[in-house]
């Protein structure tokens, strides 16, 4: 006869076990439909203002809960400012999404898709004074980092740059 303790840690073991393979099995499906299409942008960064040699920040981006969401840490190298970014793909719509919260009291929901070595990420926000369009794209420059741009719009056609980073792996 079984003890009724060992027969409670033996279901609470098979039921881990076949959830732990249930999400194995759903990332495996994520990852081969696309797979590692944001991992350029993962690693160590300083960020420079692109085009010179001035520091702007610092960035620390990893792949987190299993592989699902890629993490944005981002601070300041000028005041204390700083961010954080949850990005994931989203394989109901095939689009990805980005969730910026920063200690200004910026939030940022943007979607998109990856294409021609660029994730290119973009919403558009209803305020009291009308609408405002964000576009965010994040370039692979291959061994010379990543350009990250982000333009905004009130009409969604003239765009004006308000962030340029070049993010250089850290040595």
Known sequence: MMDFSVLKIFKWILLFTLINSTCV???????????????????????????????????????????????????????????????????????????????SGVTLHIVGAYSDNKMILSNKEERSTGSIYNKLIWTDLKEKGVRQTWKQSLDGISWNTVYDGHYIPKK
């Open 25 to 103: 099995d759903a990332q495996a499906k994520v990852e081969s439909q696309k797979d590692g299409q944001f991992d350029f942008w993962v690693g160590e960064w300083d960020v420079y203002k692109y085009g010179t040699d001035t520091l702007v920040g610092h960035s620390h981006i990893e792949c987190v809960l299993n592989r699902y969401v890629i993490k944005e840490t981002y601070s300041s190298s000028r005041s204390p400012y700083e961010g954080t970014s949850f990005s994931k793909y989203n394989q109901i719509n095939n689009k990805w999404k980005q969730y910026w919260v920063d200690n």
